[in-house]
């Protein structure tokens, strides 16, 4: 079995797995959202703080299973580095302990591995990662080779439904509240910019979005004086901008990549209208959807211990001297998930 952990951001997690059946044993999540939806976002170090009490008691529980352990997987990049520590000193903790090896983790490519909980790997994917860290399409070809084809150059998907939430007194995490009151909403009553829309770029752009919700909502007299139907008209009308500007970019990438399999992943992937749009999108282009069960779109210790065991059958490990978080990477596309 393998035990993974993950503490990149808000969440504490961690999870057993069997390596040849690839059965999830044990999975267990702490959140921090109460803690930082006073604040309308991640505070580092009151993460960092919480995971420290978090991450002990989930391994509490992981303990009947140490005498079967054969490695420990832990999220180490990208990430806030203050919470990646945590996991860390935790996951060389049991390494020393139990004297297994130690396997270092992407979070990025565990958001990928969320795909294959309990199933086998198969590549080659074509994949929109959209999270509150990042937004970017990825081909992954292989275990080894996950290219990325486009990113965002500002913001992410997931801190853009967080900021306009914020925005409008809603709380965080901003993307479920948003998607529920788009719900009810009118997505034609505010006219907001689709991001890049004549640019020829094949990349993505929040920012300016963002912006546009600020001055709406500073057209509407504030936050305070937006009627409950003016909230959902303008959660209605940001979630649909993402979407056509999500779909716009993708579909130019479909246009020349043949790759039969599409998938989403990250947290916002657990977004049922970016789903039915992209599902759409696939149909027009014969390409398969495949997403990752909703209880695995946000952070999570299960996918890194599915990543876990493809790292493990390989036999690649850290070396525990060595292993440190790695906050930033070269995230550009182009340039390989490494
Ligand atoms: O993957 P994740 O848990 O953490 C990172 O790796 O960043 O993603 C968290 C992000 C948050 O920004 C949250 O607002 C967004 O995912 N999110 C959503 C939805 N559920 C979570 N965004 C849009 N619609 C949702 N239903
Ligand atoms: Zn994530």
Same mark, same amino acid.
Do not use: W
């Given at each position: ?28 999540k ?23 009490? #978090? +991450? !002990?008691?989930? *391994?509490?529980?992981? &303990?009947?299973?140490?005498? $079967? %352990? ?6 180490? /990049? ?45 590549f ?41 939430a ?23 009553r505010? #006219? +907001? !910019?689709?991001? *890049?829309?004549?640019? &020829?770029?094949?990349?993505? $752009? %929040? ?6 919700? /600020? ?58 209208a970016?789903?039915?749009?992209f ?10 959807m ?11 210790a ?31 596309s ?5």
């Amino acid at each position: 079995m393998i035990l993974s952990i993950e503490s990149s951001c808000d969440d504490s997690s961690i999870a057993v797995t069997e390596i040849e059946s690839r059965r999830l044993l044990l999975h267990k999540k702490i959140s921090q959202e109460k803690e930082h939806s006073l604040y309308g976002g991640v505070v580092p170090e009151l993460a960092s703080r919480l995971h420290a009490v #978090a +991450l !002990p008691k989930l *391994l509490e529980e992981a &303990k009947p299973y140490f005498s $079967s %352990l054969k490695a420990v997987a832990v999220t180490n /990049r990208p990430g806030l580095g203050v919470t990646l520590m945590e996991g860390i000193a935790m996951a060389k903790t049991v390494a020393v302990l139990l004297e297994i090896p130690i396997i270092d983790v992407h979070h990025l490519k565990g958001h990928v591995y969320s795909l294959f909980i309990e199933k086998p790997s198969h590549f080659p994917l074509l994949i929109l990662l959209v999270s509150g860290g990042h937004t970017m399409v990825l081909r992954a070809n292989s275990f080894e080779q996950m290219e990325i084809l486009a990113t965002s150059i500002d913001d992410s998907v997931g801190e853009s439904f967080d900021k306009t939430a914020k925005m409008m007194g809603l709380g965080y995490p901003g993307g479920p509240v948003i998607e529920a009151l788009a719900k009810e909403g009118d997505p034609e009553r505010f #006219a +907001l !910019p689709v991001p *890049l829309r004549n640019d &020829k770029r094949i990349a993505f $752009s %929040l920012s300016g979005l963002k912006n546009a919700v /600020r001055l709406t909502v500073e057209s509407l007299g504030g936050a305070d004086a937006m009627s409950h139907k003016d909230k959902c008209d303008l959660a209605a009308s940001f979630q649909a901008t993402v979407i056509k500007h999500l779909l716009q970019k993708t579909k130019k990438i479909f246009k020349t990549d043949t790759t039969k399999d599409f998938a989403i992943v990250g947290g916002a992937s657990a977004n049922l209208a970016i789903r039915e749009a992209f599902g759409e999108l696939c149909a027009d282009f014969g390409k398969t959807m495949l997403l990752a069960p909703l209880e695995y779109c946000s952070d999570n210790a299960a996918m890194i211990g599915r990543y876990g065991i493809d790292a493990y059958l390989r036999n690649q490990f850290a070396d525990i001297d060595t292993l440190d978080a790695v906050v930033t990477r070269k995230l550009q596309s182009g340039t390989l998930l490494e």
